[in-house]
């Protein structure tokens, strides 16, 4: 059972509007998201983290939205660069309890943007 | 500041043969340390982590066995390659609590 889910595979915005990604979660215990890009034939780059007391943070062109209520998460792009095309990975982690915290990753959305 | 150094960057082997990938983290003390698989069309499942030198733990069952003996170098194995464990391999880091992971470039491995 996939506990993080990213249900758009791919996303397509045209250079200097919005882009927004979702994420779902099933498990209540989570309290620790982040997203993560990652280019072809790279590692994943830690891009922006929000804990479960937040409901906003943002870095930038950069903004992650938390609803604890919905278990859903966004990240916020803009404006959207023709860089910023990559796979985002979604991911959670439960912090309390012990936990190693050990990441659990979305399957990710591919984002195109188009000059 | 922390790097971290994953190779060979592709690997193509044959069914049945060992495996070696060996990750190495600079610059920081005790990490932890985590070897992730992403399979074609699948998102990234963790199959190790170590929080130091000679403990590991394996999230999934699986053909491959990881071990941690120096406190900064981290070792994926294999005695013999299954066809499934074609994939890319990533080695990540974190420091202690609860901290972004930080990944190497990744292997990809192909086992034909």
């Known amino acids: 059972d996939q506990q993080v889910k990213q249900n758009s595979p791919s996303l397509s915005v045209q250079e200097g509007r919005i882009s927004i990604l979702n994420c779902d979660y099933t498990?209540?215990?989570?309290?620790?998201f982040l997203w993560y890009k990652k280019y072809p034939a790279e590692g994943p780059t830690f891009l922006i983290s929000?804990?479960?007391?937040?409901d906003k943070n943002e870095d930038g062109r950069f903004t992650v939205f938390l609803n604890k209520s919905a278990k859903h998460l966004s990240l916020h792009i803009v404006p959207s660069q023709p860089g910023d095309s990559a796979v985002y990975f979604c991911a959670a982690s439960a912090r309390s309890g012990g936990s190693q915290g050990n990441l659990i990753f979305g399957k990710g959305t591919k984002l195109s943007v188009k000059p | 500041s922390q790097t971290i150094h994953q190779w060979p960057a592709t690997l193509v082997q044959p069914v049945g043969s060992p495996l070696s990938l060996e990750c190495t983290v600079e610059g920081t003390s005790n990490p932890n340390l985590y070897w992730y698989r992403q399979a074609a069309g699948r998102g990234l499942q963790l199959l190790f982590y170590s929080v130091g030198i000679g403990q590991i733990s394996s999230e999934v069952p699986q053909n491959l066995s990881a071990s941690r003996p120096q406190d900064r170098q981290f070792i994926l194995s294999s005695k013999k390659l299954l066809l499934s464990d074609s994939g890319f391999y990533l080695c990540?880091?974190?420091?202690?609590?609860?901290?972004?992971?930080?990944f190497g470039n990744g292997t990809r491995l192909t086992v034909t």
């Open positions: 929000i804990s479960s007391i937040k």
């Open positions: 498990n209540s215990m989570f309290d620790y």
């Open positions: 990540a880091w974190s420091a202690r609590g609860n901290s972004p992971l930080h």
